[in-house]
């Protein structure tokens, strides 16, 4: 009842109140914006022109601006984002949902968790399953359609490649296709099967998973030949390749040749190889793109045209180097406790850079400007997508300290879950401890200090030294 008669008082336009962990409501006259805190810090609300925020934390948190509305329950739990002409929801990890507007029709899609299940458009064409008793589904796990009854009991699959086929399946152990290049594929597990498409490649196999013959790329200059025995050996060869297995996964051998690399021919006659010895412990990949190289646990090197990474004591210690976008990112971190990057780019602007000591402090600096710094900062990694809303929940309550500018240079800080905080740009400085004292500057009015909700006020203006006690102006 107390914040339903406090919400009226703080949205006056005038207002100007410094009583927290009660209530806290003052304007900020240079981006139009007003600033309310209720309980603090459990109700936050701000609003300027094109954007609002308000949040009951750590419960309720609700964001609008130009370009979406925002709105989280007890996150992660649930989080819905709208932007024009497309929506998201989530009850995590249960239900998951998404609608996009397209000039055919809506397309949507729900997904719910244990029993799944999911309907949906698909450009005006609904459909639906719940899973495992039944349904149809469209465009579900790279393939067109999805019909399954019981599954895996009976589960067919739908898939144009040059003409539609569909596969069939009666459990696990029977299956069969029909129309298509792959008209003459089926098995009958674990006794045989065959995957043909003539004149591309035809595999079979025998007491599945053991046995294996195959042959492949008959289209190709480089027909190829598969013969295995599971687990012991697999030998696939062609007159530009060799790759033998043994003891799957533990020993690969592997070399290949092609004819192009990037689109080009491959005149120099290079060479793909990779290389496992006791995998995972020992493993070499090199191509025209990348190197890798790893004795595990104490070392693995990754090099490439966009990367270059060295990990030391696995997973512990990383050095990395990564081309971006207009800049290159050079980072160091020692898991989880110690994270370190800058992002230095080619043209005029700044860097972006981020440390993290974990658990006690993080700062993220931004090239436009933006600076976000804390104490006492359990968030183990850097807080992106669902992170960046567990933390504006939560982080009221395990933040020491807290400090952000905004892209116009306009900057806020709070301390001793809000009790103490303050605020600062071009025009206006304040500076708050609870009920007890305030701080306002503004540099067209001048300098004001209050003591004990206003009881006591003194400062300067343009004529001079200001006293005043309570609602009265005694000098000034």
């Known amino acids: 009842m107390l914040l339903v008669a406090l919400l009226p008082l703080a949205a006056c336009g005038s207002l100007d109140i410094e009583a927290r962990p009660l209530v806290s409501t003052y304007p900020i006259s240079l981006f139009d914006r007003r600033e309310t805190s209720v309980f603090t810090p459990i109700f936050d609300h701000s609003t300027e022109p094109l954007r609002t925020e308000w949040a009951i934390h750590p419960v309720f948190r609700r964001v609008r601006d130009e370009k979406k509305l925002e709105v989280q329950v007890l996150s992660p739990i649930f989080d819905y984002v709208g932007r024009p002409r497309r929506s998201n929801w989530k009850i995590f990890p249960l239900v998951f949902y998404e609608n996009v507007e397209r000039p055919q029709g809506n397309d949507w899609d729900l997904a719910a968790f244990p029993i799944l299940y999911m309907g949906g458009g698909d450009a005006g064409e609904g459909y639906f399953g719940l899973f495992p008793i039944g349904g149809y589904l469209r465009n579900f796990a790279s393939y067109d359609s999805v019909t399954f009854v019981l599954w895996p009991l009976y589960y067919s699959v739908t898939k144009r490649v040059t003409e539609e086929r569909t596969n069939y399946n009666i459990t696990p152990l029977f299956g069969w296709t029909s129309g298509g290049v792959l008209e003459d594929s089926y098995h009958i597990y674990?006794?045989?099967?065959?995957?043909?498409?003539?004149?591309?490649?035809?595999?079979?196999?025998y007491l599945f998973p053991f046995f294996h013959y195959d042959r492949y790329n008959l289209d190709t200059d480089h027909p190829a030949t598969v013969v295995g025995f599971w687990p012991l050996f697999m030998h696939d060869y062609a007159d530009n390749h060799e790759f033998w297995t043994w003891l799957w996964p533990f020993f690969r051998f592997n070399w290949e040749e092609p004819d192009r690399i990037g689109g080009l021919r491959n005149t120099e006659g290079e060479r793909h190889v990779l290389y496992d010895f006791l995998w995972p412990i020992v493993h070499y990949e090199s191509d025209r793109k990348k190197e890798l190289f790893r004795i595990f646990p104490f070392y693995s090197g990754y090099h490439s045209d966009q990367i270059d990474r060295e990990i030391y004591l696995i997973p512990l210690f990383w050095s990395e180097s990564e081309r971006v976008r207009d800049g290159v990112k050079d980072s160091f971190m020692f898991v989880p406790f110690f994270h370190h990057s800058v992002t230095s780019y080619s043209d005029e602007r700044g860097d972006d850079s981020y440390f993290k000591l974990w658990p006690l402090y993080h700062y993220r600096g931004f090239s436009d400007?933006?600076?976000?710094?804390?104490?006492?900062?359990?968030?183990?990694?850097?807080?992106?997508?669902?992170?960046?809303?567990?933390?504006?929940?939560w982080g009221v309550f395990w933040s020491l300290y807290r400090f952000r500018r905004d892209e116009r240079g306009a900057e806020s800080y709070s301390a001793l879950l809000g009790l103490i905080h303050g605020y600062r740009d071009g025009f206006e400085r304040r500076?708050?401890?609870?009920?007890?004292?305030?701080?306002?500057?503004?540099?067209?009015?001048?300098?004001?200090?209050?003591?004990?909700?206003?009881?006591?006020?003194?400062g300067s203006s343009p004529n001079g030294f200001t006293f005043g006690l309570g609602p009265f102006d005694i000098i000034g």
Request: hydrophobic letters at 40%; charged letters at 20%.
């Open 190 to 205: 674990p006794f045989y099967g065959q995957s043909v498409w003539k004149g591309k490649y035809d595999k079979r196999t």
């Open 369 to 393: 400007g933006r600076v976000d710094l804390g104490i006492i900062s359990p968030l183990p990694v850097m807080i992106e997508w669902w992170l960046n809303t567990l933390d504006e929940n």
């Open 431 to 458: 500076f708050a401890l609870g009920p007890l004292y305030t701080y306002y500057e503004n540099t067209e009015q001048g300098v004001e200090h209050r003591i004990l909700l206003g009881l006591l006020r003194f």
